[in-house]
């Protein structure tokens, strides 16, 4: 039997390298991909076969494919995992961010798909693994665009996974739930940036503090529990549509389908210490 060929994006640090590296020792053929190439260099050292790939630029994307294809003649397993969180009110957020955002969380990621699906197809098997958050079942204040990359991400998935069953490939969302890794320093910044002043200031800077807090960072998960569950996913013969795993995930997500949405938002303002009520500025 021909060894399986995986290709992860967002491979440079967090969800992404774990995911490689344990993909690796699970037995694949394993393309790491992401902008920073310089960032993988150490994961040569395990086999792992580095690719310059940046999701908002079809050439590269493309590029990428046909090498994996050169090389092996097949690819079994395509994890979608690049992507970063912007956070800031709505009003506040410039709508060129909001694109940017989406190009790279659901854009970058569909295109990809496209690019790997012909030879999924040809195959007759594969997995293609989308990365979403638990925020793509819940939502929070002042990331209205990450929450909606992530939703649209979780609907193009069951989309698509009716789409292609009948070609013997499997659609699995993994929704990780806090993780420890780069991605809430660099939200916190941005809101800190956005909304920190004006009239969403006490948001802004509340759910900044959230999100770079000690006390949070003490409670993330680490990015190898999330990288065990995406290797059991694509090694499973009947995999589950969805993976909730990580600090929070499950009970979050089912306080979201259990509670009434103003209840929910309630309990969100005060997990993320936004205050109920504050006199708003006029600025």
Not at 132 to 143: A, D, K, V
Not at 207 to 223: F, H, K, Q, T
Request: hydrophobic content about 40%.
């Amino acid at each position: 039997m021909a060894t399986k060929v995986a290709l992860v994006t967002g491979a440079s640090s967090g969800i992404g390298e774990a995911t490689a590296l344990k993909l690796r020792k699970a037995g694949y053929t394993v393309y790491g991909a992401a902008r920073r190439v310089q960032r993988m260099q150490h994961l040569t050292k395990q086999g792992i076969q580095l690719l310059a790939m940046d999701v908002t630029d079809d050439t590269s994307m493309r590029d990428g494919v046909e090498k994996i294809i050169a090389d092996t003649g097949r690819l079994d397993v395509l994890v979608n995992n690049a992507g970063y969180g912007s956070y800031g009110a709505v009003e506040d957020v410039p709508l060129q961010e909001a694109r940017e955002q989406f190009e790279v969380n659901v854009f970058g990621a569909a295109r990809l798909t496209q690019l790997v699906l012909p030879h999924m197809r040809a195959q007759r098997s594969g997995t293609i693994v989308n990365i979403t958050s638990m925020g793509g079942r819940i939502y929070t204040s002042l990331g209205a665009w990450y929450h909606a990359t992530k939703f649209a991400l979780e609907a193009l998935s069951d989309c698509l996974r009716m789409e292609v069953k009948p070609f013997g490939i499997d659609v699995v969302v993994i929704e990780p739930g806090g993780v420890r890794s780069e991605w809430g320093g660099i939200a916190a910044q941005k809101v800190r940036t956005v909304s920190g002043t004006g009239p969403y200031a006490p948001q802004g800077n509340a759910v900044a503090d959230s999100l770079s807090s000690e006390a949070n960072e003490r409670r993330l998960s680490s990015p190898d529990l999330i990288a065990k569950t995406i290797v059991k996913s694509v090694r499973a013969r009947r995999p589950k549509t969805r993976y909730a795993v990580g600090f929070g995930a499950k009970p979050m997500i089912f306080l979201h389908n259990t509670l009434p949405n103003r209840a929910f938002d309630a309990f969100m303002r005060r997990a993320t210490g936004v205050p109920a009520n504050y006199e708003p500025a006029n600025n």
